[in-house]
């Protein structure tokens, strides 16, 4: 099949697009990236996207007008991309889109009742033709699950290796991280949670020092100014969502704007200056995914695959080959996959499996009573002739 994946991350920076080619099942699937994009949001887009991500600047009506409105940007941008490629609608099977996550419910037990991501799949069924497949985290919900990380049950498909354990670490907004026992190890479970901020707080500082002229610290300029405070950073550490056992997640709701404007004050009190401020926080980053490691790795790790934004920080990612040490720090270039596009890959894959009536979960990934089927179908034109084929085969 021919499935277009669509991610909005936690970073709220643009919409990645991938067309993928999927074939077979569990075991014996292989996934090929046919072509990828990014589409930037353009500043009033993300601005709103942001204000809907915090329960004080967001309301009842703006969040369901985002929903919609933003259906029509991951409209555009799917369309843009089949152009691109000089494909038509009716080459594409079916589209899975995460949407975009305004709100991820962690009680104080770090149970999660609730998570809403918006993007309204009728838009994109409706102005594309193609069946839609979204809303995929809320089933895993309600089987107890957290929801999140959706994009271990890949990493388990298609990321293990024969004889090594393997630690699979997004850097986004958000952390996460996924360790994978060898495809030679038939015993051990995976082990899929949030490690922690990733780049929200580091982005939101920097948005902040450069008065919005910077969404992120391009090349660590900032970090390489500043010398990390140790006194500082050791009582970010204490937070407790690192000491939590897994499975766990989080979000902004805990590590977004309003908690890097309040560090930034008390970093303030403290007399530091930026540089040094955002020194510390890449080093939070850093420190917070080895002490993860450290914590809760089930085996010594031997390889460590990073994706997400943080990948490009070179002074998050020196740190983390120190700290990680002796294993190999790598990247998902280094074993054939396109790190940009990775997520919207995932998005591809579980809309797939979920057409095809499998589960894509694993209980060990998300804390869930049971693997469950995940997503929500909204026909598209092509609706009869997928049920036609897949009756046929």
């Known amino acids: 099949m021919i499935v277009i994946g669509l991610m909005s991350g936690t970073s709220a920076d643009g919409v990645d697009v991938a ?20 589409f930037e949001y353009q500043p009033e887009i993300r601005a709103r996207i942001l204000a809907c991500c915090d329960k004080r600047e967001s309301s009842v009506d703006d969040i369901a007008a985002l929903h919609v409105d933003l259906a029509h940007v991951f409209t555009d941008c799917a369309l843009a991309l089949i152009d691109r490629q000089n494909m038509s609608n009716g080459q594409i099977d079916l589209i899975g889109s995460h949407g975009q996550t305004v709100w991820h419910s962690v009680l104080p037990n770090g149970d999660v009742n609730a998570s809403l991501q918006i993007v309204e799949a009728a838009v994109l069924a409706e102005r594309t033709g193609i069946t839609t497949i979204s809303n995929f985290r809320a089933r895993d ?79 660590s300029e900032y970090a390489k100014q500043g010398r990390i405070n ?50 510390t926080l890449t080093a939070l980053t850093a420190t917070n995914i080895a002490d993860a490691y450290r914590r809760f790795a089930p085996a010594p790790i031997d390889e460590v695959i990073l994706g997400g934004g943080g990948r490009r920080n070179p002074v998050m990612v020196g ?30 894959v579980l809309a ?7 589960p894509a979960t694993l209980p060990a990934l998300t804390g869930a009573r049971k693997a469950s089927l995940l997503g929500t179908i909204t026909p598209g034109e092509n609706y009869a002739d997928l049920l036609a084929s897949r009756q046929a085969n």
Request: charged fraction near 20%; include cysteine.
């Open 19 to 38: 067309i993928c080619d999927i074939r077979g099942q569990p075991g014996d699937m292989t996934v090929d990236l046919l072509a990828g994009a990014t």
């Open 352 to 358: 797939y499996e979920t057409w095809h009536g499998r």
């Open 141 to 219: 919900i309600a089987a107890g699950g957290q929801g999140a990380p959706l994009t271990s049950y890949v990493d388990w498909l298609l990321l293990r290796h024969p004889t090594r354990w393997r630690a699979v670490q997004n850097i986004g907004g958000i952390g996460n991280v996924t360790f994978l026992p060898p495809l030679s190890d038939e015993t051990s479970a995976p082990v899929a949670f949030d490690t922690g901020p990733g780049n929200a707080l580091l982005d939101a500082a920097v948005a902040h020092f450069s008065a919005g002229a910077l969404q992120y610290d391009r090349d």
């Open 319 to 348: 740190m983390l080959r120190e700290l990680l040490a002796p294993a190999k720090v790598m990247t998902h270039e280094d074993i054939g996959m396109d790190s940009d596009f990775k997520e919207a890959l995932v998005f591809a």
């Open 230 to 279: 140790e006194d500082w950073l050791d009582e970010l550490l204490r937070h407790p969502y690192y000491a939590r056992g897994y499975p766990k997640t989080t979000g902004r709701e805990t590590f977004g704007t309003s908690a890097a404007l309040a560090l930034i004050a008390d970093a303030r009190r403290r007399g530091l200056a930026a540089p040094e401020i955002i020194a």
